[in-house]
């Protein structure tokens, strides 16, 4: 594929009971990131991991951790995730009423920031914070859940969040990263719509061999 895409292998999707063997996979694969996604039972119906797991995980790998918080009151463990070694920590708009003080403590760990939109939240609303972020996390699927279907829709607002983007000068400071219900097949239109990051869990760990299918994501 032309573009410098990142591939992020959501470990959601991995054996639970074999991390390890998840994160050699990636290794062996060249995955750039691993994407780990935090459920917390009340901003979404699921229950995922929380910041021991990254602290485990950390010192096996040097690949970029991405933590995806789907948590209401994410203030509440920016600082542990940080000191569990992410790389990023990517909250979601819906679950604050203070976005500005979520970015604010993030920025002060020294941890990069993300933000992401559910698939019916108006793209106007992120519009405020654009020049603050590291990466706009777009939600392909209702959050909360792997192996769910694409909403083609998205599509079209990663397409405006590139244009917006581009008119702020900000398309090289600020990455989108589009997650859930990536496969093989539709990866090089969301490329082409202007994701500079792809989550792929159930098309990578669903697999046989995830390090070939890596590969094969980078080869289309
Ligand atoms: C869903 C998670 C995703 C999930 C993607 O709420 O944020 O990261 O792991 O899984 P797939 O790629 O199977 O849709
Ligand atoms: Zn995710």
């Known amino acids: 594929m032309a573009s410098q895409f990142k591939l992020a292998p959501s470990i959601l999707s991995a054996d639970f009971s074999d991390l390890k063997s998840a994160l050699t996979q990636c290794e062996s694969g060249g995955a750039h990131w691993i994407h780990i996604d ?7 119906p699921n229950l995922t991991i929380g910041p021991p797991v990254v602290k485990s995980l950390r010192p096996k790998t040097n690949k970029f951790l991405d933590v995806h918080m789907m948590v209401i009151n994410p203030e509440n463990l ?3 995730f940080a000191k ?7 909250f979601h708009i819906e679950a604050t009423n ?14 990069q920031v993300g933000l992401s939109i559910k698939p019916s939240t108006e793209l106007s609303e992120i519009e405020p914070f654009y020049d603050q972020l590291d990466l706009i996390l777009v939600m392909s699927v209702e959050p909360g859940f792997g192996g769910q279907g694409f909403i083609e829709s998205s599509i079209d607002r990663v397409r405006k969040i590139k244009v917006r983007l581009k008119e702020l000068c900000l398309q090289d400071r600020v990455l989108i990263e589009v997650d859930g219900g990536i496969k093989l ?5 969301v490329i082409d719509a202007g994701a500079d990051v792809l989550v792929a869990g159930s098309a990578v760990f669903g697999t046989d061999d995830p390090a070939q299918t890596i590969k094969d994501f980078y080869n289309l």
């Open 185 to 189: 097949h539709n990866a090089k239109n």
């Open 78 to 80: 920016v600082e542990s």
């Open 98 to 111: 203070d976005v500005q003080s979520v970015i604010d403590l993030i920025k002060a760990t020294g941890t």
């Open 38 to 44: 935090v459920m917390d039972n009340q901003f979404v």
């Open 84 to 90: 569990a070694g992410a790389d990023m920590i990517t």
